[in-house]
């Protein structure tokens, strides 16, 4: 009999080490319902005054409506997202940090770099897509290019004297660049820029000839009457853009994975605020407000997450890496 008390002390003690630890279904439940208690973090590896910027900044204003909690949208740019990145990586693995990304961090620069502050794989929980972004290949209205093939034209025509923007080193614009360099056999110039905004001015005011960019931005200076739309990447014509042709139907094949915009959490965080988060999350991209404020912005809004979009990462970071590896692109 003291033997069996004994052993049930043993027990009690580890059930309440466990407890303590979090191991315990019932209060991962119990936090996960009344989350969040205080304000939400997000995090974002780009300057502020881009696509991105302006799309978290929407759906920040909705979950502070929801949850009466703020909402707090921080930019943390540089070296090429790993800054903004890893702050989410290094964060509390509460819920209360999230990141907001592109491919570039997560899915393009493993292929280019042996070695990342973060593991791209083990670290994240991908929480929810938000939506499918395919981007925009465009031009400053002074180049005289109303189509990819008189552009092409345009850069064999003049070699070594154009150039092309990027929102940085190994970027989807740069990858796409180096693709569309080489389908022209042509001679231009990368630049980087740090963000959206920087470039989208040099390319208005003519410092750079073309750039692929987001439909966000493409849209937003398409309608001033200062940049041409040429072309989209992907499979298929967007709703905003629906008169623009494909990469592909513009006689140019291989640009047909596309980028997005989606929401993170550390991969430590417990299931059920992750699921609170992508339930709430995918509910506000698919309500019909959000879904029309990303549409006209020439992206297809989503919400899917968790294990679908899991799956559908790793079908990209094998595709990005082989397109990354055919161009020869590296980072300079």
Not at 98 to 125: S, V
Not at 174 to 182: C, D, N, S, V
Not at 234 to 242: D, I, M, T
């Amino acid at each position: 009999m003291a033997r069996l008390k004994s052993l049930l002390v043993v027990a009690l003690a580890a059930l309440a080490a466990l407890a303590a630890l979090g191991a315990i279904g019932p209060v991962h439940a119990q936090d996960a319902a009344s989350y969040p208690s205080r304000p939400i973090r997000i995090v974002i590896p780009f300057p502020p005054g881009g696509a991105t910027d302006l799309i978290t900044r929407k759906i920040g204003e909705k979950l502070t409506q929801k949850w009466g909690q703020p909402v707090v949208v921080e930019n943390k740019p540089g070296a090429n997202t790993i800054i903004g990145t890893e702050t989410v990586a290094r964060a509390d693995p509460d819920g209360y940090t999230i990141l907001m990304t592109a491919p570039a961090g997560l899915l393009q620069l493993p292929a280019l770099m042996a070695k990342l502050p973060y593991d791209p794989e083990k670290d994240f929980l991908p929480l929810t897509q938000i939506a499918e972004v395919p981007t925009a290949l465009i031009v400053p209205v002074d180049v005289p290019a109303k189509s990819v093939r008189e552009l092409g034209d345009y850069v064999r025509a003049n070699p070594g004297k154009t150039s092309y923007a990027s929102l940085g080193l190994a970027a989807t614009q740069h990858i796409y660049g180096e693709a569309l360099k080489r389908a022209f056999k042509g001679d231009s110039t990368h630049v980087p820029y740090k963000g959206d905004a920087p470039a989208m001015t040099d390319l208005v005011a003519g410092r750079v000839q073309y750039m692929f960019n987001n439909p966000v931005s493409a849209i937003n200076f398409a309608k001033q009457g200062r940049v041409r739309i040429l072309a989209v990447t992907g499979e298929q014509l967007l709703p905003g853009l629906p008169d623009v042709p494909t990469m592909a139907q513009a006689g140019i094949p291989g640009f047909e994975v596309v980028g997005w915009f989606s929401f993170f959490v550390h991969s430590k965080t417990p299931r059920a605020i992750a699921e609170k988060l992508h339930a709430e999350l995918s509910s506000i991209i698919r309500s019909p407000e959000m879904s029309d404020f990303l549409r006209e912005r020439g992206t297809i809004p989503t919400g899917i997450g968790l294990e679908e979009f899991a799956r559908k990462m790793a079908l990209e970071r094998r595709a990005w890496a082989r397109l990354i590896k055919d161009n020869d692109i590296r980072l300079e």
